[in-house]
């Protein structure tokens, strides 16, 4: 992954890695960052941010602070902040986020939302 996009995006402390052939079945909740370089069929979500490696593969929804991809993700990605698709990076699914960032060679199939949503109470408050 460039280094550009670890530096801006990354804020969090890198403490869960997936290593390169590993498999992992079951949904993932982590403290801060997490990086998968393998292959994991479940839910990933993680407080600050995930990043699923040029050989990383998630099949089931990712969602974090941040979410810099370069492998592939088949299933919803969901971003409080950014969502970053680099050169060889496919994405099956939709993408929820305040940021979305795609260079050129990506592949996405989905819809992206990129709207605030609001909660019920504050819809109430509003009217």
Do not use: W
Not at 14 to 38: A, H, P, W, Y
Not at 93 to 101: F, M
């Amino acid at each position: 992954m460039k280094n550009r996009s670890n530096a801006d995006a990354r804020g969090g402390e890198l403490n869960t890695i997936i290593g390169k052939g590993t498999q992992i079945k079951g949904n993932l909740k982590v403290q801060n960052s997490i990086r998968i370089d393998g292959s994991v069929h479940g839910d990933v979500h993680s407080t600050d941010t995930v990043i699923v490696g040029k050989d990383g593969e998630v099949r089931g929804q990712v969602r974090g602070k941040h979410v810099l991809l370069a492998g592939k993700v088949q299933g919803n990605v969901m971003a409080s902040d950014q969502v970053y698709l680099e050169t060889k990076a496919v994405i099956q699914g939709d993408i929820r986020a305040a940021r979305l960032v795609v260079d050129e060679g990506a592949l996405f199939d989905g819809k992206c939302n990129m709207s605030e949503e609001k909660s019920p109470v504050q819809q109430k408050d509003q009217e």
